[in-house]
């Protein structure tokens, strides 16, 4: 493992490393990828409430309404947190949440992941479908709307990450370079790729 990765791991000890950001910000691939390259375990709290539930997302908002899924989605977050050290990507409303908010600023970091609104439509049509949320007669115009209620909280992360549209490595090592520097880990001159 490259230096820097080996140094991220130790320095978090038990803590977590939490992606949040909007739908299709890249929160779960980027969120692997970072896990993998500190060799801590990976959870997508939306995976975690799909199985504790053996229904899907749509299939939990349809039957139970978006209430039920909030109480389970800040029940598994909170399970997740105590159970580190692990990377952690949360659904896209779950950092709204303050009880959620606190919890993560008790037991690890926060890391948005922005991207614009073009990028985001580009990645969720392709799974359309998949999130209630957008189930509407415009989603772009719902996308925005989001965005417009949700960035302001999503500020408030420890870390904010540009999504990249270049390649998932380019934002896994942009990442990692910043989750490094927010621990005060500091390369030495000569060692940008932390090798
Ligand atoms: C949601 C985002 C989804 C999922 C649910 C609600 C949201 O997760 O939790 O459909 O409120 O933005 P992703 O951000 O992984 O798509």
Redesign the pocket.
Known sequence: MPNRNQKIHDALGDRCLVFVG???SG??AIGRLVAAAIGIPFYDS?QEIVTAANMD?PEIFERHGEGY?RAG?ERVIQRLLSEGPSVI?L????FLSEATRAAIEDRGMSIWLKADLDLLMSRVMRRPGT???LKTADPRATMAA?METREPVYGKADIHVPSSSISKNHTRDAALAAIAEQLGIVEPDGDEDGQ
């Open positions: 909007m739908m299709g929160k779960t939306d997302i899924f989605e990507s659904g896209g409303g779950a999130r209630p949320l989001l």
